[in-house]
T-cell receptor
């Protein structure tokens, strides 16, 4: 029973390049959440998606960041024209149901380094 | 504006003793609270949760206490074991009907269990 999978685990990009982070939820989970952890900080919620729908993107930066969760395949967090301040650990979590009563299961994260 | 605060960045406890990790919150809409444990280079792992209708929840060596009037919760680990050394995150969620579905995290407390 595989857990939440994220790839790549480490990603290095130069300023101005694009970064694509992938997340495959646990089997049977249709809710995906993305979080970002800056150095010495806690995790910050970015976006919540269900299949083919963005439910809540209140934590997403207004520019350069986008997320999708297509009908088939993993969820993708895309960062265009990366800057040094985007260097962080990006965690994906999934849940079976919506709402606070369920827990979110986290993947191992993608560590993005922008040179 | 930090809505979930963990004021102790680190805590050192002797093996076999009780570890007490504290967490304060400011948003009165929060009604579900979770503790996550995180090892380096891994994603957070769910530990224990509590709903606002309760004031205590216990699971083996882990007990979470909630004081709603003080907007304070604590995680007790007894007895502490070397494998408990990790960063512990407190997280909170608002009612799904009235708030975002993402979790709000504190900055974490690094627990060190000394032999």
């Amino acid at each position: 029973n595989a857990g939440v999978m994220q790839n790549p685990r480490h990603l290095v990009r130069r300023r101005g390049q694009e970064a694509r982070l992938r997340c495959s939820p646990m089997k049977g989970h249709s809710h995906v959440y993305w979080y970002r952890q800056l150095p010495e900080e806690g995790l910050k919620f970015m976006v919540y998606l269900q299949k083919e729908n963005i439910i809540d993107e209140s934590g997403m930066p207004k520019e350069r960041f986008s997320a999708e969760f297509p009908k088939e395949g993993p969820s993708i967090l895309r960062i265009q024209q990366v800057v040094r301040g985007d260097s962080a650990a990006y965690f994906c979590a999934s849940s079976q149901y919506r709402g606070p009563a369920d827990t979110q299961y986290f993947g191992p994260g993608t560590r993005l380094t922008v040179l | 504006d930090q809505q979930v605060k963990q004021n102790s960045p680190s805590l050192s406890v002797q093996e076999g003793r009780i570890s007490i990790l504290n967490c304060d919150y400011t948003n009165s809409m929060f009604d579900y609270f979770l503790w996550y444990k995180k090892y380096p280079a891994e994603g957070p792992t769910f530990l224990i949760s509590i709903s606002s209708i309760k004031d205590k929840n216990e699971d083996g060596r882990f007990t979470v206490f909630l004081n709603k009037s003080a907007k304070h919760l604590s995680l007790h680990i007894v007895p502490s074991q070397p494998g408990d050394s990790a960063v512990y995150f407190c997280a909170a969620s608002a009612n799904s009907g009235g708030g975002a579905d993402g979790l709000t995290f504190g900055k974490g407390t690094h627990l060190i269990i000394q032999p």
